[in-house]
């Protein structure tokens, strides 16, 4: 199983940035998806979780309204389009997958991890 998480980079604050984590090696629409974080220092934290089909999905409080989690099963793929981003949001962003919804609600629970994509946000 192979996650590979890209789109990460350096930008000011209040830009976006749309990042994307291509899966391969595993039957990607039985599973549900992830997006953490992990800043210098800090513990991982999931940001935002869809289930298989992209009808449900979560976000950690500190970022609703300003990211968005999508699927597209056809292509393997699940994004996180981030808006108006804020120095706080530094961090390495790792996307996971895990079967079923209510596992993916706690970080501990997801089977396979990417390898992470850098986002860094300048005042």
């Known amino acids: 199983v192979q996650l590979q998480a890209s789109g990460g980079g350096l930008v000011q604050a209040g830009g976006s940035l749309r990042l994307s984590c291509a899966a391969s090696g595993l039957t990607f629409s039985s599973y549900a998806m992830g997006w953490f974080r992990q800043a210098p220092g800090k513990e991982r934290e999931l940001v935002a979780a869809?289930?298989?089909?992209?009808?449900?999905?979560t976000y950690a409080d500190s970022v609703k309204g300003r990211f968005t989690i999508s699927r597209d099963n056809a292509k393997n793929t699940v994004y996180l389009q981030i808006n108006n981003l804020k120095p706080e949001d530094t961090a390495v962003y790792y996307c996971?997958?895990?079967?079923?919804?209510?596992?993916?609600?706690?970080?501990?629970?997801?089977?396979?991890w990417g390898q992470g994509t850098l986002v860094t946000v300048s005042s």
């Open positions: 996971a997958a895990v079967v079923g919804w209510f596992r993916a609600l706690r970080g501990s629970n997801y089977d396979y």
């Open positions: 869809i289930n298989w089909s992209g009808d449900s999905t």
